[in-house]
């Protein structure tokens, strides 16, 4: 790893180190205790005023096997990555959407967007040159369900977007789908020596609640330091 890039991390990573203590507990509580508490029913975002509403069983399994639009526009600075969108997710319509999820939080303490971001302002992103899009566009209960084909197949037309719409960065959640999809089973998170046409590619840890490898603080660190390499490109 380049020692510049080992000292945004390390610096990085220290100084979420160093907020996680101070808000680990409120963020549990935030982020990952409202399915514990049970108030899904409607989950309020103070720095934004909107709410998401939690969707009915019912709606939920209308959700499987749909898909959501893509956030995206040429000539994105990070073109986002999910494996697949969960039925959460289907339902509403939004990327990244069930409670208990990091990715919104995770880019917000990257430094990103400029507060935390709801779900439902998802097409703002676009206006800060961000944008989401998945590897297998169809939903399900968990990503287990994804064959190996299925994402080898995904990563070929993630391909063809990139090429599209070429942003300056590929930034792919989920180390396990992202060595499935094109083929590198020693990858690891971080950034990749693979390009696709001009872009580079990163790749993040998930952010699914269910991750417990990662803390808020070690997403937040991870975030950061694509933020960091993306802004350094756009100066050049």
């Known amino acids: 790893m380049p020692q510049v890039e080992q000292g945004v991390r390390d610096a990085a990573g220290a100084a979420a180190e160093l907020e996680d203590r101070g808000v680990r507990r409120q963020e549990q509580v935030d982020i990952d205790g409202r399915a514990v508490r049970g108030d899904l029913h409607a989950s309020s975002v103070p720095e934004t005023g909107r709410v998401s509403t939690r969707p009915t069983k019912d709606q939920l399994a209308a959700a499987h096997n749909t898909t959501i639009p893509d956030v995206i526009a040429p000539g994105l600075d990070v073109l986002f990555c999910g494996i697949n969108p969960g039925l959460y997710s289907g339902a509403l319509g939004r990327h990244f959407a069930r409670p208990g999820n990091r990715f919104w939080p995770a880019l917000h303490k990257g430094g990103f967007t400029p507060r935390l971001f709801d ?91 269910l991750n417990a490898h990662w803390t808020p603080a070690g997403l937040a660190a991870e975030f950061a330091l694509l933020r960091a390499a993306s802004a350094d490109c756009r100066n050049r």
């Open 119 to 209: 779900p439902s302002e998802q097409d703002e992103l676009l206006d800060l040159k961000l944008g989401i899009t998945n590897v297998v566009a169809r939903t399900t209960a968990r990503a287990d369900e994804l064959t190996g084909d299925e994402l080898r197949e995904g990563g070929k037309i993630l391909a063809a977007k990139v090429l599209e719409h070429r942003p300056r960065w590929l930034a792919v959640v989920g180390i396990t789908a992202y060595r499935t999809a094109f083929g590198f089973p020693k990858a690891r998170v971080g950034r990749q020596d693979h390009r696709i046409g001009d872009t580079r590619v990163w790749v993040l840890p998930n952010p699914s609640g």
